[in-house]
């Protein structure tokens, strides 16, 4: 069994905004980091196998993998840890989620699969294109 997170883009709009919001985090920090308050239970196969699903506008559309997870204390004293992901974006048979607060496992039979693009002979779909897409249920 592997296990993976899915979690909630708070304030992006679109993959184009991840990966800018990204590459900052980057030139930063030398590192893709995303800092949560709970330690994941299933850390050690998390960090194996597992990748970081992202939600945005609603739909999952990409993953990256989980390259490590490390256990952080906070500037106000409070325990919590850093997620730090590889660069590539993945993207995924955008998949409509609800909302919720933090992250949350992602179940294997659930997980979308990844999209087989080849950027150098296809034209990019907009995320907008594509959210329609999913709302008509054509994709």
Same mark, same amino acid.
């Given at each position: 069994m592997s296990y993976n997170l899915k979690k909630i883009a708070v304030g992006i709009k679109s993959i184009e905004r991840l990966k800018i919001r990204q590459q900052m985090?980057?030139?930063?920090?030398?590192?893709i980091v995303h800092t949560t308050r709970?330690?994941?239970?299933?850390? =050690?196969d998390l960090i194996k196998t597992g990748s970081m699903y992202w939600i945005i506008q609603r739909n =999952?559309? @990409?993953?990256?993998?989980?390259?490590?997870? +490390?256990? =952080?204390?906070?500037?106000?004293?409070?325990?919590?840890?850093?997620?730090?992901? !590889?660069?590539?974006? &993945?993207? @995924? &048979?955008? +998949?409509?989620?609800?909302?919720?607060?933090?992250w949350r496992y992602y179940m294997e039979e659930d997980i979308p699969p990844d999209l087989n693009t080849n950027? !150098?002979?296809?034209?990019? &779909?907009? !995320?907008? @294109?594509?959210?329609?897409?999913?709302?008509?249920?054509?994709?």
């Open positions: 985090l980057f030139e930063n920090y030398g590192a709970n330690m994941p239970k299933q850390k =050690v =999952v559309l @990409v993953r990256q993998k989980i390259l490590d997870i +490390t256990s =952080v204390i906070r500037s106000d004293g409070s325990r919590g840890c850093e997620i730090i992901l !590889d660069k590539d974006l &993945i993207k @995924v &048979i955008p +998949t409509p989620m609800r909302p919720f607060q933090g950027d !150098d002979e296809s034209e990019e &779909i907009p !995320d907008e @294109v594509n959210s329609e897409l999913i709302k008509l249920g054509l994709y």
